[in-house]
């Protein structure tokens, strides 16, 4: 049980917090069409981050949110420029612009030779959820401790506070949000303020994302933003219901997939373990083929849209 508390319970609960906060976020995304932005966010945050260091010299949680945030804004304002500048559709403006700034990131890094400091390519694509490791942890009792309780790796205190910001956003602006996924033209007619609702719903992705980038890395932001509500909507044509079952795969996927990456390996007769996050990737990727093969709704009758 100790080693439980030590080496498991916090990545556990970070790869939980992560997969349900990005795919409430997802939902809308996938109603606007609009999934690769979070693909894209989460690629771009490697130069800001890397950026943030060569100018700082440091890992500090604040200067790599600001060099990732920044990068994040310069990307948004080019998919735009863009699609306005090229006439291109969104998705094609979006690929371009998060693969080539992604690829200059990772010349970025090897140029730079920072993978000496702990900040490489394995680490932003896999993120670093074993090394989550509760020191303090060695009883029940340490979960009621305050001096246990302030050695918790500062990574779930920050994924929590973006969680519940998250959250609170979606309750807040629901009806906007909901509006403006379905009918953009009806939601200014009505004073909704798409325009705002969209800009607001992409900063959240990209704080979600940038927050995420060190525990988790790009691979569970981006299946996660994407599998789960993807494949809650092959599930319901109510948003309400698509919203719950989109929780309820994120949590499986997060739950289950850690527990085979640690301990898979071991019950098939092999001494070794798997990636976190590779693993709870795939598994929510599975969950997807599977929602495509036997969802209700995976074939498209008349193209019925989803009802709030």
Not at 106 to 132: I, K
Not at 165 to 184: E, H, I, K, N, Y
Not at 254 to 268: R, S
Request: with cysteine.
């Amino acid at each position: 049980m100790a080693d439980f508390l030590m080496l498991s319970l916090v990545p556990l609960v970070v790869a939980v917090t992560i997969s349900l906060t990005c795919a409430l976020l997802g939902n809308f995304l996938v109603l606007r069409r609009q999934s690769l932005i979070g693909d894209a966010i989460s690629h771009v945050a490697l130069p800001g981050i890397v950026a943030s260091f060569l100018i700082t010299g440091t890992l500090a949680a604040s200067a790599m949110m600001i060099g990732a945030g920044v990068a994040a804004l310069v990307t948004v304002a080019m998919i735009e420029l863009i699609k306005h500048l090229g006439r291109v559709e969104s998705s094609a403006a979006m690929g371009v612009v998060f693969t080539a700034i992604f690829a200059l990131g990772v010349l970025m890094l090897e140029w730079n030779d920072a993978s000496g400091v702990h900040l490489d390519v394995e680490h932003a694509l896999y993120g670093n959820l074993e090394s989550l490791i509760w020191f303090e942890g060695v009883h029940w009792s340490s979960l009621f401790d305050p001096k246990a309780l302030a050695d918790l790796p500062p990574q779930l205190a920050r994924v929590a506070w973006v969680g519940l910001m998250v959250l609170t956003f979606v309750v807040v602006a629901w009806r906007p949000l909901v509006v403006g996924s379905f009918d953009s033209a009806f939601a200014a007619s009505i004073q909704a303020r798409p325009v705002l609702t969209d800009l607001l719903l992409v900063i959240m992705v990209a704080i979600t994302a940038i927050a995420a980038f060190d525990a988790v890395g790009s691979i569970i932001v981006i299946a996660m933003f994407i599998c789960p509500a993807a494949a809650a909507r092959l599930m319901t044509n109510h948003l309400g219901k698509q919203v719950a079952w989109s929780q309820v795969f994120a949590l499986i996927s997060a739950v289950l997939g850690y527990v085979l990456a640690g301990y898979g390996p071991g019950w098939i007769g092999f001494e070794a373990s798997l990636s976190a996050a590779g693993m709870i990737a795939s598994l929510t990727g599975l969950i997807l083929l599977l929602a495509c093969l036997f969802g209700p709704h995976r074939r498209r009758d008349g193209g019925q849209p989803a009802s709030a």
